[in-house]
């Protein structure tokens, strides 16, 4: 039987009660699989790979050795929410990678999008195997992987374009060969986030917005420095608390703001204020292979736009982008 096909027979995960059944099967195949041997993995702070990590721990506790890679593309306060739920809450025994400077350094001038993804998902693979070297008697890597990949990458086998380079874990250098484990790779998104809430993941977490691998990276647009990724960043968690606040959260697929290299002229405090504009994007979609764009109540609007022209040095604007899919992609870059 092929593994990476679903069986027909497989039923969907929808409740609790076959979240819980599902975790109890997998946790004795992680068992059998792994024994006494342990196992990496890349934690972004995203839903599949916390579900992952989740899961893992309760199958093997400390044989699941968790590396979390800040690429200092990352939202407001993200990698200290990893930390503070796997390392202080869940006590999964993880390593940190701070790599900031390294990444930011190697995309200072870049500006061609394509360029700047495949400097961010190779610099990803760099670093994460550059942990994975220093660690000792590894066997397994454990990834993410969901059903929608494989379709994918059965797609992508039979040679359909890719509009753009997408990337997750994946092509470690051949010096590095582990085993897989992939625990989730026969579920659909929505019985992800079954399981990770039957795992005790906070609902927040596991319903939270898909977030692209080179994150905040494709955001800022054209050649990233330091001051526009920090407005971007600090605009964009003010995006997000009053969609939160306002009952947006639930009901938006995608919302974030994009900062492009432009800047134009404003008036603060009686003088010229030259700053960027901060762009609101905000998506519903069901594959994200088309997107509509969600009409936002304009005081709602209004009062971000105060919010970001106020309290974030650096932008002067806001505008909002009403371009659905096709003909714009969901980023911008
Ligand atoms: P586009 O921009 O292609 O985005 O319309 C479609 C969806 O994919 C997300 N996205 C990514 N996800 N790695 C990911 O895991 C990536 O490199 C990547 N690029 C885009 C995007 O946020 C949207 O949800």
Redesign the pocket.
């Known amino acids: 039987m092929d593994s990476n096909k679903r069986p027909d027979t497989m039923e969907r995960i929808t409740t609790p009660e076959l979240a819980e059944a599902f975790i109890a099967e997998q946790v004795k195949l992680v068992q059998e699989q792994v024994g006494d041997k342990k196992v990496l993995l890349a934690l972004s702070g ?1 839903v599949d790979s916390s579900v992952v990590a989740a899961l893992l721990i309760k199958a093997i506790g400390k044989q699941l050795v968790c590396v979390h890679v800040n690429h200092g593309l990352m939202r407001k306060d993200e990698s200290e929410g990893v930390i503070k739920m796997f390392q202080e809450e869940l006590d999964a025994n993880l390593i940190y990678v701070d790599a900031t400077d390294h990444f930011l350094g190697l995309l200072a001038g870049v500006s061609d999008p394509e360029r700047k ?1 495949k400097i ?2 190779k610099e990803f693979i760099t670093v994460f195997a550059e942990e994975a070297r220093k660690l000792e008697d590894i066997t397994f890597l454990a990834q993410g992987t969901i059903y929608p990949d494989i379709l994918e990458s059965i797609k992508a086998a039979e040679g359909k374009k890719a ?6 874990v994946g092509g470690l250098p051949e010096d590095l060969k582990f085993e897989l484990v992939e625990p989730i790779k026969l579920l659909y998104k929505d019985e992800v986030r079954v399981v990770g809430e039957a795992l005790g993941l906070p609902h927040s977490m596991v319903y939270r ?6 994150g905040l990276g ?1 955001r800022c647009l054209g050649a990233i420095t330091r001051d526009r990724l920090e407005a971007l960043r600090e605009a964009d968690a003010i995006l997000r608390e009053e969609f939160d606040k306002n009952g947006l959260a639930e009901k938006v ?2 919302y ?1 703001i994009a900062v492009p290299d432009i800047k134009s002229v404003g008036v603060k405090d009686e003088s010229r204020y030259e700053g960027w504009p901060a762009i609101i994007r905000a998506v519903n ?1 069901k594959d ?2 088309s ?1 509509t764009i969600e009409e936002i109540p304009y005081a709602i609007l209004h009062h971000i736009t105060y919010r970001i022209t106020h309290e974030v040095p650096g932008i002067n604007r806001v505008l909002l982008d009403l371009t659905p ?1 096709p003909i ?6």
């Not at 509009?163 to 997750?168: A, I, L, Q, R, Y």
């Not at 917005?209 to 080179?214: E, K, N, R, S, V």
């Open positions: 995203g993804r961010i998902g509009v753009k380079s997408h990337h997750n917005q898909p977030f692209p691998g080179p494709v697929w995608q974030f979609t994200a292979m997107a899919k714009g992609t969901i980023e911008f870059e």
